[in-house]
């Protein structure tokens, strides 16, 4: 959080968090940061990935072998 304060649209931070806030079901909160993140780094294969992969809901990526 403190990341934030420093630069609130950091992708990196924001990716860490929202997936935090994801694995506390705060679904909400999480799709917005992840949403950050990867608008922070728009032409990036690996955060479009990123992005996809974290929005996923968490039954479908654990039956394929996701955290």
């Not at 403190?2 to 799709?31: C, F, H, M, T, W």
């Amino acid at each position: 959080a403190a990341a934030l304060r420093v630069n609130p649209k950091d992708p990196q931070a924001n990716y860490n968090l929202g997936i935090l806030a994801g694995r506390q079901g705060k679904l909400s909160e999480a799709r917005r940061m992840i949403e950050i993140a990867a608008n922070g780094k728009p032409n990036s294969a690996q955060w479009s990935q990123r992005r996809h992969h974290a929005l996923l809901p968490p039954a479908w990526r654990a039956s394929n072998g996701g955290a």
